[in-house]
């Protein structure tokens, strides 16, 4: 099925609409703690589809910032989901490999080189404790882990490529019959690595055929392009290999490496470049202590494997967890969010502009070893710690 300009502008703007309204959702303080990350990933779908239609209608620069800000809300979305972890379904764990394959993917397509790079080297330090957690339950979670972790190496030219192609390929010897997709894909990147195009453009047209199967005949724009294979093609391009397929479903706004000098633009009344739909301070929570006193606890993630240390205390937008500016980041923050309490809220303002305030750091961990955290911790401006080992095993 072939659509109109006017068919696909009008996509477009139901799409902006759309978007715009998400936004409003996080600026009104809507967004409950616990639906942040089916939010984050609703954003990240939500540019998929701007990023999508503004290359079928030609406009380079847009389509390649909305991809960008996929992959910034799909990385969002995995932070939130480990935040979390002792929270949610265990699905959401299980779902990780594909959720950082989806932002490899759009960053490759922003063309943002740094971008990337963060992205890339966030998947690559996936821990194994997935593989721990979800290899014996899961026939398909192996080859999702090491899928995602060497179309990142492949991205950033990493040289732990081969041993990581090595174990995807492995990993794939556990399926008694495979898919088109894990028949194809393995067999693709290890002609990027190899340097092979005969052989990559093989395994592209059989990449093509079992995504354009995923949706023959969409009769909705957003669901036309075939954003992942244009990423797979941008991949081997980046790696000298010219490999190509002619298609509809492959608009060369996606595809092109020059920016044109009469790039189209549409007409948005959104800033893509300057919108937030995540907190500045990451997932904190309130509470009182046992003397009733207004406690803030800031979440960080750590793998495990070895000791917690002051410096696994990362800086959020507002400043590092629980220093002062953090601190009172997050109080302003409560203040407009609906998920806080008004009254606890107000205690714990006046307990942090009276020195009072307790500040508690919560690990969130998904290994389950004897290690805990150093001396170091003592350093920060931290009352109390807790430690969630195995917090993805608890549900």
Not at 165 to 194: G, H, M, Q
Not at 351 to 357: H, M
Request: with cysteine; aromatic share 8%; proline share 4%.
């Amino acid at each position: 099925m072939t659509f109109t300009d006017d068919e696909i502008r009008a996509c477009f703007e139901d799409e902006v609409d759309e978007t715009k309204k998400r936004i409003r959702w996080w600026e009104n303080g809507e967004v409950p703690t616990d639906g942040t990350t089916t939010y984050l990933y609703a954003v990240a779908r939500q540019f998929e589809y701007l990023g999508k239609l503004a290359a079928l209608l030609g406009a380079v620069h847009q389509s390649r910032t909305c991809f960008g800000e996929v992959a910034k809300c799909y990385l969002a979305h995995i932070e939130a989901c480990r935040l979390r972890r002792d929270m949610t379904e265990q699905a959401k764990w299980n779902h990780e490999p594909q959720m950082f394959a989806r932002a490899v993917n759009a960053a490759v397509l922003s063309r943002d080189e740094e971008l990337l790079a963060n992205v890339a080297a966030a998947t690559l330090a996936m821990d194994e404790s997935y593989l721990d957690a979800f290899t014996e339950s899961s026939l398909s979670a192996p080859a999702r882990y090491y899928n995602a972790k060497v179309k990142a190496a492949i991205a950033i030219d990493d040289k732990s490529v081969r041993a990581l192609l090595t174990n995807l390929e492995e990993s794939l010897e556990r399926f008694e019959e495979k898919s088109p997709y894990w028949e194809a894909i393995p067999v693709y990147y290890r002609a990027l690595v190899d340097g092979s195009e005969s052989a990559a453009q093989t395994s592209l047209s059989e990449l093509y055929d079992y995504y354009a199967a995923e949706e023959p005949d969409p009769d909705d724009p957003r669901w036309f392009v075939l954003h992942h294979v244009c990423a797979h093609i941008v991949l081997a391009r980046r790696r000298g290999l010219r490999v190509s397929r002619k298609s509809g479903r492959l608009p060369e706004a996606l595809l092109r490496e020059d920016m044109p000098a009469d790039d189209t633009e549409l007409d948005v009344d959104v800033d893509l470049d300057a919108f937030q739909v995540t907190s500045d301070v990451g997932f904190f929570e309130l509470e009182r202590d046992e003397d009733d006193r207004p406690v803030i606890a800031g979440r960080i993630y750590h793998p495990g494997g070895e000791p917690v240390s002051a410096d696994d205390v990362p800086e959020r937008e507002a400043g590092r967890v629980l220093s002062d500016e953090w601190v009172a980041a997050a109080l302003e923050e409560a203040t407009w969010r609906d998920a806080y309490d008004d009254e606890l809220v107000a205690d714990a303002t006046a307990a942090f502009e009276d020195g009072t305030v307790g500040r508690k750091l919560v690990v969130v961990q998904d290994r389950t070893d004897e290690h805990t955290f150093d001396e170091s911790l003592a350093e920060l401006p931290v009352d109390d710690v807790t430690l969630l080992k195995g917090a993805g095993r608890r549900r």
